[in-house]
């Protein structure tokens, strides 16, 4: 079973602290990525990575900075939390060509910036 | 970019009725996924379905690709179906690698 594992369930920060969100996935996925999800919105990219220490800008990269050192980890960085990044944060990964395959999601952190 | 677009954006349901959800896309597509999330936020893929039909149980799902659109039914709906579910779409991208193109999902609740 494909498992992907975010480091918290839920956050609580303070405007213009450095959040770390962590993923994990342990099916030697090339691809990762990080959404966002809020009310009406449905699931937004914010980057992904389709290798060790590559990564792509999506739909809404700003505000936000990501890091892949492993294959296995990839982390998303708010270098100054905001009250506007309150949200779900969700983790997927998938293999890199395969078109047939899914994506597999984490459970989500919930983010609240006070 | 391709669009896609789902409704309705809320059902509500008593238990053991019904219901169809609609996917459309605006762009010719080779891989079309549902999702559901589970009120505990958990998104779970139920079909890979870029044409034809398939069943799963109570859950079935259609994808006329040449119309550009996809269906989900739930038949005998149980309070477990509740959540949102998200129809997704394939798109590739120049660095040879693709991503999902979300809608923004049905809120499903199916009351006891």
């Known amino acids: 079973d494909v498992k992907v594992t975010q480091s918290s369930r839920y956050l609580v920060k303070r405007t213009g602290e450095k959040v770390f969100l962590e993923c994990v996935q342990d099916m030697d996925h090339e691809n990762m990525f990080w959404y966002r999800q809020d009310p009406g919105l449905g699931l937004r990219l914010i980057y992904f990575s389709y290798d060790v220490k590559m990564k792509e800008k999506g739909d809404i990269p700003e505000g936000y900075s990501v890091s892949r050192e492993k294959k296995e980890r990839f982390s998303l960085i708010l270098e100054s939390a905001s009250t506007n990044q309150t949200s779900m944060y969700l983790c997927?990964?998938?293999?890199?060509?395969?078109?047939?395959?899914?994506?597999?999601f984490g459970p989500g952190t919930r983010l609240l910036v006070l | 970019g391709i669009q896609v677009e789902q409704s309705p954006p809320d059902l509500i349901l008593q238990e053991g009725a019904n219901s169809t959800l609609r996917c459309n896309f605006s762009d010719s597509v080779n891989n079309l996924q549902w999702f559901h999330q589970n009120p505990w936020g958990q998104l779970i893929n139920l079909f890979y379905i870029p044409s034809g039909t398939k069943q799963n149980g109570r859950l079935s799902a259609t994808t006329v690709a040449t119309e550009r659109y996809s269906l989900l039914y739930i038949s005998s709906s149980q309070t477990t179906d509740s959540g949102v579910y998200f129809c997704?779409?394939?798109?590739?991208?120049?660095?040879?690698?693709?991503?999902?193109?979300f809608g923004t999902g049905t809120r499903l609740k199916v009351l006891a």
């Open positions: 997704a779409v394939l798109d590739h991208l120049t660095s040879g690698t693709y991503k999902y193109i």
């Open positions: 997927a990964s998938r293999p890199l060509r395969d078109r047939a395959e899914t994506q597999y």
